[in-house]
Nanobody
Framework: QVQLVESGGGLVQPGGSLRLSCAAS????????MKWYHQNLGKQRELVAR???????NYADSVKGRFTISRDNAKNTVYLQMNSLKPEDTAVYYC???????????????WGQGTQVTVSS
């Protein structure tokens, strides 16, 4: 079984920084794209940032220049460095990864449990 475990959320003042981590564990042959989403109560989950297996990145317009997504393939881990945080960044952040568990198997979508980020003074 594959698990994604997130960490690093919390309460931070506007203008502050947080670094989220998401580690994949279990039966893993290959990890393709890894992504971070955020979601507020009553709203749809929105894509924040994406990184391919080769390191190409994409960001939502709202976080460009402030957030940086990166990955450590040796550790099966994706990170989200969040700087210059704003109150509107407050949300539950979820990591997502497309993972092929075994060599001859198909790739599936996996989600972490979510971590709360609150930006408030």
């Amino acid at each position: 079984q594959v698990q994604l475990v997130e960490s690093g959320g919390g309460l931070v003042q506007p203008g502050g920084s947080l670094r989220l981590s998401c580690a994949a564990s279990g039966s893993i042959f290959k990890i393709y794209a890894m992504k971070w989403y955020h979601q507020n109560l009553g709203k749809q989950r929105e894509l924040v940032a994406r990184i391919t297996s080769s390191g190409n990145t994409n960001y939502a317009d709202s976080v460009k220049g402030r957030f940086t997504i990166s990955r450590d393939n040796a550790k099966n881990t994706v990170y989200l460095q969040m700087n210059s945080l704003k109150p509107e960044d407050t949300a539950v952040y979820y990591c997502n990864a497309v993972i092929q568990p075994v060599a001859m198997g198909i790739a599936n979508d996996y989600w972490g449990q979510g971590t709360q980020v609150t930006v408030s003074s």
